[in-house]
């Protein structure tokens, strides 16, 4: 069965370092997404990304995150300077259209922990 | 904004039914989506209702009703397995995010 793919699965990183979180969407998937949930909270939106460009994005995706999609098939996160509140876990999503009508699917995600 | 209410824990016993609320707030309202999630894992999809009505698939099945603005999750026969995290989320007319509630837990005893 297609799944979302990312990695690395722990990422450890001292503040204000960059780190960069990576994911592999299902193929055929057009729609893609980053969301965050730090621990023992809900599963927050951070940005949607359709057709090479952010689609949508929350206040939580302020100017030190970015994504990118370098080749036809990874999606990645970048988090410029990292503080100590950005420690939760992120999961990539992917969908074959919107995530209005169908099913998002969600990768296994990376916990992020900055010290 | 969007505001999604749910009760944050459940318990019951093996065999047993549990209905799950979800109440929400929003404007243009699209769609109501329930997630489970293991431990912190991968939320995975279990249910979609973009109309009023109940839809079953196999022991789970959800409901929504837009003129109340809620929805609910039931759990049926229940197992072990579905020890878990249940989360609602809603998806907005020309939006293609799901906002999330904060979930329930649901602890299945034996």
């Known amino acids: 069965e297609p799944e979302v793919t990312q990695t690395p699965s722990h990422q450890v990183t001292q503040m204000g370092q960059e780190v960069i979180l990576r994911c592999v969407p299902i193929?055929?998937?057009?729609?893609f997404y980053w969301y965050r949930q730090i621990l023992g909270q809900k599963v927050e939106f951070l940005v949607s990304?359709?057709?090479?460009?952010?689609?949508?994005k929350s206040e939580i995706f302020d100017d030190q995150f970015s994504v990118e999609r370098p080749d036809g098939s990874n999606f990645t996160l970048k988090i410029r300077s990292t503080k100590l509140e950005d420690s939760a876990m992120y999961f990539c999503?992917?969908?074959?259209?919107?995530?209005?009508?169908?099913?998002?699917?969600f990768g296994q995600g990376t916990r992020l922990t900055v010290v | 904004g969007q505001s999604l209410e749910q009760p944050s824990e459940v318990t019951a016993v093996e065999g047993a039914i549990v209905q799950i609320n979800c109440t929400y707030q929003?404007?243009?309202?699209?769609?109501l989506s329930w997630y489970q999630q293991h431990d912190g894992g991968a939320p995975t999809f279990l249910s979609y209702?973009?109309?009023?009505g109940l839809e079953e698939t196999g022991r789970f099945s959800s409901f929504l009703s837009r003129s109340d603005s809620y929805g609910y999750l039931l759990l049926q026969e229940l197992q072990m397995k579905d020890s878990a995290s249940y989360f609602c989320?809603?998806?907005?007319?020309?939006?293609?995010?799901?906002?999330f509630g904060a979930g329930t837990t649901v602890t299945v005893r034996a």
């Open positions: 999503a992917s969908s074959e259209q919107g995530a209005m009508n169908t099913e998002a699917f």
């Open positions: 193929s055929n998937h057009l729609y």
């Open positions: 990304f359709y057709n090479n460009e952010i689609s949508e």
């Open positions: 929003t404007s243009g309202f699209y769609g």
């Open positions: 209702n973009g109309l009023d």
């Open positions: 989320a809603v998806s907005l007319e020309g939006d293609y995010k799901l906002s």
